[in-house]
């Protein structure tokens, strides 16, 4: 028996399978505990249960399961946000305060004064790189969120909600006044889009960039939160024709990846739960 422990010992196999399960007990407990350590941000069923009741009384429908998810995420979002600002010395636990400490926090993450200005060869890069975005467009596809009062208060939350909680085009229906025919629109021309929507919402639709939201666009009909789907392009115009279009989105796409870096950043320091 002592011949064959001693055997078992000295067998390269056994040392392998023993140092393969310390490395991998190892990767356990510490993978453990940095999660452990994090600050640990949630949104309690007692917020959840608000947030239903609050889009209840402003709408005056359920919310439903997207609607819910987006909400959650800005919660979220006004969470981590406002612990940063704390964390910084901007505190002082008051709703007045914490709405202007979000405030400060989103230019905080911005950061403007970090984002250099392009140089010409960066500009012509970024316009090589988007030159769907600079091409004379066929066609167009769109979804968008309609409000029929241009004031609605709910414009401004329900922009900061599609944009924190990244919702789809598909489902972003869910959060203005129903639209008839659609709030999604395929392969449209610009004459058709002038007939039914106003010579404004033709033009500056037409010039939006693909694959993000943009605010307040207004129609004949009220105003739209837009989403361009896919763009049916031809030939494309001359960067000098373009390069102040070019620069401001160059411009724009900086801070939204300055905004979104930031809040990664500080999002992965906290063990997010949300019920």
């Known amino acids: ?14 040392h392998f399978i023993i140092l393969g399960g310390v490395v991998y007990l190892y990767f356990n407990l510490v993978g453990d505990a940095e999660e452990t350590l994090k600050e640990r941000v949630e949104v309690t069923p007692y917020e959840t249960q608000k947030i ?17 998810r987006a909400f959650k995420a800005r919660k979220i979002y006004e969470k981590i946000a406002l612990s940063e600002a704390y964390a910084l010395g901007l505190d002082r636990q008051d709703e007045e305060i914490a709405s202007r400490l ?26 090589k790189n988007n030159l769907e975005d600079y091409s004379k ?26 944009k924190i909680a990244k919702v789809t085009a ?20 610009y004459k058709k889009v002038e007939e039914t929507y106003g010579k404004y919402f033709a033009y500056k639709l037409f010039n939006l960039k693909k694959g993000l939201w943009h605010e307040g666009v207004h129609s004949k009909y009220g105003l739209h ?10 030939e494309a115009y001359d960067f000098d024709e373009v ?33």
């Open 102 to 127: 979000l405030k400060r926090m989103n230019f905080i993450m911005i950061n403007t004064s970090e984002i250099l200005e392009p140089s010409e060869e960066e500009l012509l890069k970024y316009y």
């Open 1 to 14: 028996m002592i011949k064959i422990i001693k055997i078992i010992l000295y067998e390269p196999l056994f």
């Open 137 to 162: 467009l066929e066609s167009i596809s769109f979804s968008h969120v309609y409000f029929v009062n241009v004031k609605d208060v709910k414009i401004k939350e329900t922009f900061e909600l599609l």
């Open 52 to 68: 239903k009741l609050d889009f209840k009384k402003s709408y005056n429908y359920d919310i439903n399961p997207e609607q819910l």
């Open 170 to 189: 598909d489902k972003a229906a869910y959060f203005g006044n129903v639209f008839k025919p659609s709030n999604h629109i395929l392969n449209i021309n």
């Open 225 to 234: 939160l837009v989403y361009v789907t896919s763009k049916n392009v031809s």
């Open 243 to 275: 390069q102040d279009r070019v620069y401001e989105d160059y411009k724009s796409e900086r801070l939204r990846e300055r905004f979104e870096t930031s809040y990664d950043n500080f999002k992965s320091k906290y063990s997010v739960i949300a019920e």
